[in-house]
């Protein structure tokens, strides 16, 4: 078998992770929820709910992952040898292989429009919203630009670990991080943007019911990346002093701050232009943005154009870094349980991958009329089994996991590097009771809402 490589750095170490969590969900996904419910008040149960269950969840996925050095499947079959705990395992493999499946789709609209800012088409559209559906149901360029994107994918999971992986984290993780600095500079530069910056700043908590609440623990698992076979595998090429907890607590922080500024970039933009409104859903990137940055820079194209190329191009990369997270869980399983090669797994992945998201990308266009289970097309439906279904489960199977199945001794073990890191009891205490308790609780009470929904 292939020697399985791992990080070489702890900076690697946190950049590979943090590229998991920036992903679409911070740039795309905050920015819309945030709008649709509320503003201010649902960003900080958001931050309370990354502290209280996101963190702990992490970290417990790190302990199972840099524990056993393992694939999903075969680190839980080792630390739960003949019992049906490997299914854990499997459904992290499974779902991760859903997920980039129909997140490629959305990768793909992003570099579709990185491509059409440079051409300056995005600042010079007439109706953003009919270019949004004409391009979302051609029949063959969303599946173009989803098979685009994963070859992207490809080309970095196939250098390995260290030369691939981590090598660039490291180049596409400050640069997402310099573009965001840079355009909240620019989006608070705008007339009017006070505006926007009052919604983001000022809490309304009257906005705030049980949908709401569970609409933001959501957001959080997707964002933080837990539950899946991700982290998981990350945490298995972690070296033996890397802090888990820590870890856990800077990937995070990086991730929330990604999602607030997306936010600070997104709605000053937003309110800037008196006639768009905050809470456009979906279509927030794609069709209100594009006439935010036509309007709002009508004197200065050249200054639109470049807050348009730049804000596409940091979108893809957060897309990017995410598919990588997702493309290896699936890889390294292939390559060690099927002894593959490394070129060979990845290509299985890439291409079935492409296969699947062929279905979900002509789910706008000419396989809009397929319908699944309740009426799902089949991005709904990928959407729907890995969100919806396969992440809460995945969470809530991993804190019973690892707060009950497994012995409290390895857990403290694994997250103080046996015994070489001292921390205050409460810390112990609070992550066990946490993990414990309020983790499960609360995914079960997501779950149930999701279904009754
Ligand atoms: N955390 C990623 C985002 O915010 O876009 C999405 C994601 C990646 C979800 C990996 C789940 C996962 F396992």
């Known amino acids: 078998m292939e020697n399985r490589g791992s990080f070489g750095s702890k900076l690697g170490i946190i950049l590979a992770s943090a590229g998991s969590a ?3 969900g911070n740039v795309w996904r905050f920015p819309t929820e945030v709008g649709m419910n509320g503003g201010a008040a649902f960003i900080l149960i958001y931050i309370a709910c990354v502290m209280l269950m996101g963190i702990p969840l992490m970290t417990a996925e790190f302990i199972v992952g840099r524990h056993t050095h393992k694939n999903p499947v075969d680190a839980y079959r080792t630390l739960a040898p003949k019992t049906g705990w490997v299914f854990q395992g499997i459904m992290g493999v499974f779902a991760a292989w859903f997920i980039l499946s129909y997140y490629s789709v959305v ?40 098979a685009a994107v994963l070859l992207m994918s490809h080309w970095v999971i196939v250098r390995g ?3 691939g992986i981590e090598k660039y984290s490291k180049m596409m993780m400050p640069m997402l991080l310099l573009i965001i600095a840079v355009l909240v500079v620019c989006s608070f530069a705008m007339p009017g943007s006070d505006t926007g910056l009052r ?92 006439t935010v940055f036509q309007t709002a820079f009508a004197h200065a194209p050249l200054i639109g154009w470049l807050f348009a190329v730049m804000f596409y191009t940091l979108l893809l990369l957060a897309a990017l870094t995410s598919m990588m997270s997702l493309h290896e869980p699936v890889t390294s399983f292939l390559i060690e349980r099927f002894a593959m090669k490394r070129r060979t797994a990845t290509s299985v992945v890439t291409f079935s991958c492409i296969a699947l998201g062929t279905l979900c990308a002509m789910s706008f266009g000419p396989l809009a009329d397929v319908r699944w289970l309740f009426g799902m097309t089949f991005f709904d439906f990928f959407d729907f089994v890995s969100a919806k279904i396969i992440m809460p489960l995945g969470g809530f199977l991993l804190s019973i ?5 497994l012995p409290k001794d390895l857990v403290v073990k694994e997250i103080t590097n046996n015994h070489a890191l001292h921390f205050p009891r409460w810390l112990f205490v609070g992550f066990f009771f946490l993990i414990r308790w309020v983790a499960p609780m609360a995914i079960v009470a997501i779950f149930i809402n999701e279904l009754v929904s």
């Open 161 to 163: 670990v260290q030369g």
């Open 199 to 290: 919604f983001l700043l000022k809490p309304d908590f009257t906005k705030i019911n049980g949908d709401v609440l569970l609409s933001a623990m959501g957001q959080a698992f997707f964002s933080l990346s837990v539950g899946m076979g991700c982290l998981c595998t990350y945490a298995s090429y972690f070296t033996d002093d890397a802090k888990l907890m820590k870890t856990a607590g800077s990937v995070a922080l990086i991730d929330t701050s990604v999602a607030v500024m997306s936010g600070f970039i997104i709605f000053p933009a937003v309110f800037s232009v008196a006639d768009v409104a905050p809470d456009a859903g979906p279509g927030l990137v794609f069709i209100t943005l594009p």
């Open 107 to 146: 990768a793909g609209w992003t570099l579709k429009y990185l491509v059409s800012a440079v051409a300056d088409q995005v600042t010079t559209m007439t109706d953003s919203a009919a270019y949004f559906t004409e391009f979302t149901q051609n029949a063959w360029m969303p599946v173009v630009a989803m």
């Open 22 to 24: 920036v992903g679409l």
């Open 401 to 405: 996991f690892v707060g009950w199945y």
